[in-house]
């Protein structure tokens, strides 16, 4: 077995034009599928994929045809997961917590069909910062 290497961390700016390359077609639900003749990827599948990642079936189940990806550095990520500290990194966001609330609104925005295109902006204009508490109410 080969020992791993260290991964290209990819900037923002390289995330947002891979995803509006043209080259990825949007799924949901998972990182990576083969969908009958065609490859989809989540968001953040795109992310895993322009870092390097190798692709394996998560499943022998000939229904299941999701992937796990295998980082350079030999962490794998399951299908249905998350890459926190690869996303942390391309990021630059000190916080855990934070990277996991930002991860949840991607996935949230890929599965409710945002377009590439769209998430593209909201990563180059960081809006994914705003704060999604109410305002304070008055009593």
């Not at 799924?27 to 065609?38: A, I, V, Y």
């Not at 990642?53 to 794998?76: H, M, Q, V, Y």
Request: charge should be negative; include cysteine.
């Amino acid at each position: 077995m080969s020992s791993p290497v260290e991964m290209k961390i990819p900037t923002v700016e390289e995330w947002a034009t891979a995803l509006e390359s043209g080259k990825y077609i949007q799924g949901t639900g998972c990182l990576r599928r083969h969908e009958g003749c065609s490859l989809t990827h989540c968001c953040l599948g795109v992310l895993l994929d322009i870092a390097g990642s190798k692709w394996t079936r998560e499943n022998k189940n000939l229904n299941d045809f999701s992937e796990n990806a295998i980082l350079p550095d030999g962490t794998e990520i399951s299908s249905s997961g998350s890459p926190i500290v690869l996303l942390q990194n391309v990021l630059d966001i000190k916080s855990r917590m934070e990277t996991i609330n930002i991860s949840n609104i991607l996935i949230n925005l890929n599965d409710c069909e945002t377009p590439f295109s769209e998430i593209a902006k909201i990563l180059r204009n960081k809006t994914y910062f705003q704060s999604t508490n109410p305002p304070d109410q008055e009593s």
